[in-house]
């Protein structure tokens, strides 16, 4: 077997996707060349999306990640709802026990807020509260007042993703 966590060098990827061309079966094709089953697999669908087995440098495929996500807008909404729940507590004098307001539990209340927001790698946008519930004519309200600014301010050149 090859020693695990080493990268393949391409004569070894080429052989492995020629192998894979030719119809033989990844189980085959791992005993046949000493490698694991999933660096076969891991060979054979890099070589069939990209179509290609050119090694990158590590800091080349870093720099590229980093610079994907740089361009990515995060949005969300949540709701937070705070209710006071079935007990109740009551602060009462001795005498006070049958008084009618230490044995009628007042009305249940719950207050409820929708808040949405976004992020960036460069920075926050603007967290504003929803009122009611959020479909499609509310969501394009708030892209329109909330997530154009975070563009124009973040992405001067248009270029990102959300």
Known sequence: MAPKGRELS?????????????????PDIAQQTGHQ????????????FWGNLENK?????????????RRVI??????VEVRIDNRVLVWRRPD???????LNPGPRT???????GCITYE????????????N????????????WPVIARHFPGYNYIY
């Open 10 to 26: 391409l004569s070894q990827k080429n052989a492995i996707a020629a192998l894979h061309k030719t119809g033989m079966k990844g």
């Open 37 to 48: 089953l999933q660096t076969i697999y891991g060979v054979s669908k890099h070589f069939t």
């Open 57 to 69: 440098e590590r800091t080349e495929r870093h720099k590229t990640v980093t610079d994907h996500w």
């Open 74 to 79: 995060y949005s969300d909404e949540c709701k």
């Open 96 to 102: 006070e026990e049958t008084t009618p307001p230490c």
């Open 110 to 116: 719950r207050l409820s807020l929708m808040i949405w």
């Open 123 to 134: 920075g926050v946008g603007t967290i504003t509260v929803v009122t009611g519930n959020i």
């Open 136 to 147: 499609a004519l509310k969501y394009i309200e708030i892209v329109d007042n909330f997530v």
